[in-house]
């Protein structure tokens, strides 16, 4: 993934405006399915390479059962894909689209984390300063 993507504000805006009520519902499964933590640990570890369940299970300490539920999840609503190599069945992602839409939302949360952070910075800084000022 090396790669420029540029979204356009008015892009955005005309894909609100004109998605049918018909779409709400796959994008709601879409964010639904994104809603599970340790989907999101096994999208980040297929970010790096395609790998098998076994090596999914060692890197994020979980059982095959867990991990291969999800992975069936993620496979059935289309974000991974899988071949298979003998024995061994490889999943990769399928929809690069999931990955940027991690991004985008990990940025924003941290973004509003700043943002939070400062506010208390600056609101701790005031009542010490308060605190602190001679009475007149």
């Known amino acids: 993934m090396n790669r420029t993507v540029t979204i356009a504000e ?16 796959a994008v709601s499964n879409r964010f639904k399915l994104l809603g599970e933590p340790m989907r999101l640990k ?3 570890i297929l970010c790096e390479r395609e790998h098998t369940v076994p090596e999914i299970v060692k890197k994020v300490n979980a059982s095959q059962a867990n991990i291969s539920k999800h992975l069936t999840l993620m496979y059935d609503n289309g974000v991974v894909t899988r071949r298979k190599e003998g ?16 991004y985008l939302t990990s940025k924003s949360v941290i973004e509003n984390l700043q943002y939070r952070l400062n506010w208390v910075q600056k609101a701790n800084s005031t009542l ?3 605190m602190t000022e001679p009475p007149v």
């Open 10 to 25: 008015d892009e955005v805006k005309k894909w609100n405006l004109n998605m049918p009520d018909e779409m709400l519902g």
């Open 128 to 130: 010490l300063s308060e």
């Open 87 to 102: 024995l061994k069945c490889y999943y990769h992602i399928a929809d690069e689209s999931i990955v940027y839409a991690c």
């Open 42 to 44: 096994i999208l980040r």
